[in-house]
């Protein structure tokens, strides 16, 4: 059974910093691309951050530059560091998994809460 457990989020001033943390269960991580989305509080949801399995990232362009993702494929972790946070940042973060048999991810959490004070 795939389970992705998301934690790290919480309640952050602007300006701060937050690092989310994703474990896997039940997959070949090495073999999966990674990813983080989010869903803001209007219910949009939105790509965040990729990592593919040869460690190629890719970012929306609202958090490049303050926002890095890493994958530790020895502990089945994906990781978000999020720098320089803004109240746009707000939102539900979810992360999810796609083997290379999928076009689209195939997994997702239940998601964290962050929250950006301004």
């Known amino acids: 059974q795939v389970q992705l457990v998301e934690s790290g989020g919480g309640l952050v001033q602007a300006g701060g910093s937050l690092r989310l943390s994703c474990a896997a269960f039940?997959?070949?991580?090495?073999?999966?691309?990674m990813g983080w989305d989010r869903q803001t509080p209007g219910g949009q949801r939105e790509l965040v951050a990729r990592?593919?399995?040869?460690?190629?990232?890719n970012y929306a362009d609202s958090v490049k530059g303050r926002f890095t993702i890493s994958r530790d494929n020895a502990k089945n972790t994906v990781y978000l560091q999020m720098n320089s946070l803004k109240a746009e940042d707000t939102g539900v973060y979810y992360c999810g998994s796609r083997n290379s048999r999928s076009a689209t991810f195939n997994y997702w959490g239940q998601g964290t809460q962050v929250t950006v004070s301004s």
């Open positions: 039940g997959i070949i991580f090495r073999l999966n691309a």
């Open positions: 990592i593919n399995i040869d460690g190629t990232t």
